[in-house]
């Protein structure tokens, strides 16, 4: 599966590793281009990997564009009842790619974020539940079908996010509350957080909750040369993730 990657010049803390998937019409540079200009100066030591979906939609001016599973039919209804199965099916051929950046970035799945947009979103929340290990987090920006996962095989914490203008059941507010609802009773860690004056879009504000998920979730060990300065403290219970 090809990707794109970009590394933060600040080392100050161990490298992990945050997956991004884009939404449907996207593309995997777009989104290292739009996410990774905003998230890089605020994640020290996050690397940015993002893939593109396995069916090419268009390609313009030298830019492609994708989606990660067919939708063209319910793009004027769409419907959670017919996106989970195919989600369900994609993810099997996702985490195969997340197993690679695992072994190319020498990391386990606890320096692991797993985050999308849209589609995107919907993709990161069914490929991480249906890791044999949890990984470090889940980051599901406006996603669709979200409690339809039929298979739960582990449960990382999950951080479900949706612009205030979206109030469509399929992928705004309604969807990411009930989901929030859901995980809370089956004993995930979740919260919900409604990104004020937003619709369907990755803001400056959506983008600085994921690099502040990023430090309450990644454990920032000392550098070598830094092993001998006191650590701050550990925060137990964590902070919680609110806008």
Request: aromatic share 8%; with cysteine.
């Amino acid at each position: 599966m090809k990707d794109h990657r970009r590394e933060s010049a600040d080392n100050s803390r161990d490298k992990y590793v945050i997956i991004f998937f884009h939404g449907y019409g996207s593309g995997g540079a777009q989104m290292l281009d739009h996410v990774g200009n905003k998230l890089m100066p605020q994640a020290p030591g996050a690397v940015l990997r993002c893939p593109e979906g396995p069916q090419k939609l268009a390609e313009m001016d030298g830019a492609s564009y994708h989606s990660w599973f067919d939708i063209q039919d319910i793009l004027d209804a769409p419907s959670v009842d017919a996106v989970a199965p195919r989600a369900a099916a994609a993810a099997e051929e996702v985490n195969k790619y997340i197993d690679e950046v695992l072994k190319e970035e020498g990391i386990d799945e606890s320096r692991l974020i797993i985050a999308g947009f849209s589609q995107g979103a919907t993709m990161a929340f069914y490929a991480a539940l249906m890791r044999d290990k949890p990984v470090a987090g889940v980051y599901s920006l406006s996603g669709g079908a979200l409690r339809q996962i039929d298979e739960i095989k582990s449960k990382p914490p999950v951080a479900l996010l949706a612009g205030e203008y979206e109030q469509g059941d399929y992928s705004g507010i309604p969807q990411a509350k009930k989901t929030h609802e859901y995980l809370d009773g089956l004993g995930f860690r979740t919260d919900f957080a409604m990104l004020h004056g937003q619709g369907h879009d990755i803001s400056d504000k959506a983008v600085e909750l994921l690099a502040n998920l990023a430090e309450i979730l990644i454990p920032a060990k000392a550098l070598a040369n830094d092993a001998a300065k006191p650590q701050p403290p550990v925060r137990k219970p964590p902070p919680r993730f609110r806008p």
